[in-house]
């Protein structure tokens, strides 16, 4: 079956990448900067942060134990026939050589699943640019599947974890309850949606999803904030910053904090240098006692649900208005989830992005 509504035979799962080794720490930087005008000495002191831990970025490793772990899931669903490729943004394996190894095996209708949960450019758009760059010659259909934030197993994944760090606190003042997720610049989110609907997608849904988290869990007071900012001092990115965020919570004598990276699905850089490192740190330097949330990544209600997804369009039906957006890299519309405009010359570097 060739037609719209044919099954779907592969699975692409599709993430930004980072480096295995010392050497393949500035190739992967390069990769994930060119064209912003970065200098050399900002790319420096990057390197640095991923040498601290050998040079090697956690996220090619946790990829593959979630890829592993849906395969254990989709056997057994009897999907055991669906082969899982993995693929990349910015480091190897890259998409385009990914979709060409499946083209090569015979696979022509590949339902591709994005690590990243948001709207926005990095979270969506980009990877619908990805998509159309691994586009091959042959007559290949390559569909998108939807953002997941609002699936209620991703958030009652995410609560899982949430619960499991309250717990460390049985005794004393209950501890305050802060929801993170990577800053982008406040022009980038403004795009990041309808017009009409105020902009803002990525925040709002960001939002939102801490929001419905503390309800599982029982916490009605909560915050969201941002991290691994970068980019011009000058240009306005979302905030508060996690570490202003804890010295704020200190200074008003909140002593106990629960930090949960809602915004991220494995612990890549972004959680374990600027959570589990810089606002770690800070946390001993305020006296306050810490406790980072899991990432839900590797949980099974997660893989689960990246299952369900699946399940919903490999066989040829599913909503095809809820993902959005179209097939083979088409976006919804022209001027939803742009890229930001960014300075020649910056003086800052985008970590690897808003996506998981």
Known sequence: MTGPDAPFDAVLFLSFGGPDRPDDVRPFLENVTRGRGVPPERLDEVVEHYLHFGGVSPINRLNLDMIEALRVELDGRGRSALPIHFGNRNWHPFAGDAVSEMVANGHRRILVFPTSAWGGYSGCRQYHEDIEKALDSAPVVLRKLPQFCEEPEFRGAVADSVRTALDEFPDGPRPRLVFTAHSIPESADRAAGPAADGGRLYSRQV??????????????????????????????WLAPDICDHLRELSADGVSRVVVCPIGFISDHLEVVWDLDTEAADLAVELGMEYVRVATAGTSQRFVAMVADLIERYVDGGGDVAAMGCGDNGSICRPDCCVPVRRPVRSTGVSSPSASG
């Open 207 to 236: 939002a939102d999803a801490s929001a419905a988290v503390a309800g599982l869990v029982g916490v009605d007071e909560f915050d969201v904030v941002w991290q691994s900012r970068s980019g011009p001092p000058q240009i306005p």
